[in-house]
């Protein structure tokens, strides 16, 4: 069936880069996205990557796609407290695409 | 626009109570979806419905479970009667069709959630 997999935390430093891998399985998706949780709140897009892409840059975000492995990277560059929160990618269902197939996420938490 | 908005922000109640969870889609979207996150399982899809129209409830959990939209700017998820397993967050979420900036417009939209703990 349809699996999207993330590590579960990630522990950087200020101002260092931080890396949130995603595999996911379906790869006829025409879109893959990166979602952001912050406490207490609901999920808020960061950014997408169209799947005929290998890279996307936004600022401080940088998302790689690797079609042949399935894989989906985020970068943020120069990490600040700010970030800490929780990262969900996701991908459509295969067979439809109304629907999102969310990652189990990944706290990453920023210290000083 | 105020985004999706979803009341009551924290629900506390005792098991076999009724619970009604509410959400105001963002005006002029005509897909609604209602999810579930809880630590164990994840987010996961409840139901989404197509301008008010349920699409696909195949997340429902079970028969307690059930979501109504009557109109395009109004949804409920009810559970009755609740369970302690029930206790979760439950987002509503809302996304447009189409338009030239497609891809932006069919992004779902998350309202800030209701959490739901059931004693």
């Known amino acids: 069936g349809e699996d999207v997999e993330q590590s579960l935390f990630l522990s950087v430093r200020e101002g260092d880069s931080s890396v949130i891998n995603c595999t996911y399985t379906?790869?006829?998706?025409?879109?893959l996205y990166w979602y952001k949780q912050e406490p207490g709140a609901g999920l808020q897009l960061l950014t997408y990557?169209?799947?005929?892409?290998d890279m996307k840059q936004d600022q401080r975000l940088t998302v790689l796609l690797n079609k042949k492995d399935k894989h989906l990277s985020l970068r943020i560059a120069d990490t600040q407290t700010g970030d800490s929160a929780i990262y969900f990618c996701?991908?459509?269902?295969?067979?439809?695409?109304?629907?999102?197939?969310f990652g189990t996420g990944t706290r990453l938490q920023v210290f000083p | 626009d105020a985004g999706v908005i979803q009341s009551p922000r924290h629900e506390v109640t005792e098991m076999g109570q009724e619970v009604t969870l509410r959400c105001k889609p963002i005006?002029?979207?005509?897909?609604l979806f209602w999810y579930r996150q809880t630590m164990m399982r994840g987010l996961e899809l409840l139901i989404y419905?197509?301008?008010?129209?349920?699409?696909?409830d195949s997340g429902m959990p079970e028969d307690r479970f059930s979501a109504k939209m009557p109109n395009a700017s109004f949804s409920t998820l009810k559970i009755q009667p609740s369970e302690p397993r029930d206790s979760a967050v439950y987002f509503c979420?809302?996304?447009?069709?189409?338009?030239?900036?497609?891809?932006?417009?069919?992004?779902?939209?998350f309202g800030p959630g209701t959490r739901l703990t059931v004693l």
């Open positions: 979420a809302s996304r447009g069709t189409g338009g030239r900036a497609a891809l932006l417009t069919d992004t779902q939209y």
């Open positions: 379906d790869s006829s998706s025409t879109y």
């Open positions: 990557i169209f799947s005929n892409m």
């Open positions: 996701a991908e459509t269902y295969p067979d439809n695409t109304d629907k999102l197939i």
């Open positions: 005006s002029g979207h005509d897909y």
């Open positions: 419905f197509n301008n008010n129209v349920p699409i696909d």
